[in-house]
């Protein structure tokens, strides 16, 4: 778990530096660092689909994760609750920046590898890149959206710690090619993510949230013997 512990304290500590570092900063630049957010979430999601699709073995499931978990997320209207209960503590756009950066720390190929590589060998590498990583995107975005950016510190741990637990106690259970269709389907939400930032266009991303369950759930109904058969 210190991998795990590592990259949520950079969160952290990412996010109050650029909370403070944002009172330094003109509106002007901060206008300009909000744009530029939006444009690497952009590039981020395109990287993670265009690595991972061509590597896919089912290249029309992403379609219809994204397609289920859309229509169950709107049904849940994960967006809409999200956005008053953050209301609550802000008056800002934070919640658009908590799902942006949710995203970006959880969903990536360092984010769901790393804890298993930490579990079964002891390897932290992966977490503790993904940690400088994250030290740097958390306080890009709580220079944009303020202090309550730390709120999704105890997300990634609660992500991360529940990847390296399942694989404690059940082994490698993550097959490479879950991974892939876990990163086509995350590089699309971020994206999503990056339209919303860039207001070109508001996908209510987080009702998309629930189409990453998709394929973990096509996984596990693949290898039940009556449908594997």
């Not at 590039?43 to 061509?54: E, H, I, M």
């Not at 799902?99 to 190929?109: A, E, N, R, V």
């Not at 189409?211 to 039940?224: D, S």
Request: include cysteine; proline fraction near 4%; hydrophobic fraction near 50%.
């Amino acid at each position: 778990m210190l991998g795990t512990i590592v990259n949520t304290i950079t969160i952290i500590t990412g996010s109050i530096f650029g909370h403070f570092a944002k009172k330094g900063i003109k509106p002007q630049y901060q206008k300009v660092m909000f744009t530029a957010m939006g444009l690497a979430s952009l590039a981020l999601g395109f990287n993670a689909v265009s690595n991972a699709l061509p590597k896919s073995q089912y290249p029309v499931l992403f379609i219809i994760s994204l397609s289920i978990g859309g229509v169950a997320g709107t049904v849940i209207d994960i967006d809409g609750r999200f956005k008053r209960f953050v209301s609550g503590f802000s008056s800002s756009n934070l919640a658009q920046g908590l799902s942006t950066g949710i995203l970006l720390y959880c969903i990536g190929t360092l984010s769901i590898v790393g804890p298993v590589m930490s579990a079964l060998y002891g390897d932290n590498t992966y977490l503790f890149t993904n940690a400088t990583l994250d030290l740097v995107t958390s306080a890009v975005l709580a220079t944009t959206y303020g202090i309550g950016m730390v709120l999704a510190a105890p997300v990634l741990f609660l992500w991360q710690g529940s990847i390296y637990l399942i694989t404690s106690l059940a082994g490698n259970v993550i097959p490479d090619e879950l991974v892939t269709e876990i990163s086509i389907v995350g590089g699309i939400l971020i994206a999503s993510s990056g339209l919303g930032i860039l207001e070109i266009k508001d996908c209510k991303t987080l009702n998309l949230l629930p189409a990453l369950f998709v394929p973990i759930l096509f996984f596990l109904l693949k290898n039940i013997p009556i449908f594997a058969a």
